[in-house]
T-cell receptor, first 114, second 110 residues
Framework: AQSVTQPDIHITVSEGASLELRCNYS??????LFWYVQSPGQGLQLLLK??????LVQGIKGFEAEFKRSQSSFNLRKPSVHWSDAAEYFC????????????FGTGTLLAVQP | DVKVTQSSRYLVKRTGEKVFLECVQD?????MFWYRQDPGLGLRLIYF???????EKGDIPEGYSVSREKKERFSLILESASTNQTSMYLC?????????FGPGTRLTVT
């Protein structure tokens, strides 16, 4: 079945440590790919997106993500995490074709230890 | 900046009440969406609209309806609220693929 998978439900990292959040998709064609962040009690904010071209994309708040076609992955990274990065992170995909509906993963909740 | 606003941040309603959730966007976007968000389930699409007076069912439309009389406004209606509709409701708008979200309405049905 077509899906977006975020295998890590919870992740805890220390402040200043590096971060990688995983996202895999199972659509045949290369979809459009997004990462969103949701702070507690808030709506979702777009961190970055990939449509085509350079497979390493830069986003806001110091985040980047790399598209790997061979692995059907779009992992989110940050070299040094700040306490304010504690939030829930969602990977999302527009599968392609005539639709512009977003398909979301179930999210990864990030906790940051001092 | 794109701004999507939702009429209430928190709402408490009784079972059987008719509930209206309002969403307004200020960027002249053609597309608007309603999602519900539940722990462990991510975001699930309830309804979306590509144009005024146009609507299409999402993945979980049962128990909901929508109205889009003006381009900037998209309303979600719970005809007869039930306790299993207690959730966070998120509205979004887009011109193409990237969606911009409102702050959400946390609805509790008792």
């Amino acid at each position: 079945a077509q899906s977006v998978t975020q295998p890590d439900i919870h992740i805890t990292v220390s402040e200043g440590a590096s971060l990688e959040l995983r996202c895999n998709y199972s659509y045949g064609a290369t979809p459009y790919l997004f990462w969103y962040v949701q702070s507690p009690g808030q709506g979702l904010q777009l961190l970055l997106k990939y449509f085509s071209g350079d497979t390493l994309v830069q986003g806001i708040k110091g985040f980047e993500a790399e598209f790997k076609r061979s692995q059907s992955s779009f992992n989110l990274r940050k070299p040094s995490v700040h306490w304010s990065d504690a939030a829930e992170y969602f990977c999302a995909v527009v599968p392609g074709g005539a639709t512009n509906k977003l398909i979301f993963g179930t999210g990864t909740l990030l906790a940051v230890q001092p | 900046d794109v701004k999507v606003t939702q009429s209430s941040r928190y709402l408490v309603k009784r079972t059987g009440e008719k509930v209206f959730l309002e969403c307004v966007q200020d960027m002249d976007h053609e597309n608007m969406f309603w999602y519900r968000q539940d722990p462990g389930l991510g975001l699930r699409l309830i309804y979306f609209s590509y144009d005024v007076k146009m609507k299409e069912k999402g993945d979980i439309p049962e128990g909901y309806s929508v109205s889009r009389e003006k381009k900037e406004r998209f309303s979600l209606i719970l005809e007869s609220a039930s306790t299993n509709q207690t959730s966070m409701y998120l509205c979004a708008s887009s011109s193409r693929y990237e969606q911009y979200f409102g702050p959400g309405t946390r609805l509790t049905v008792t």
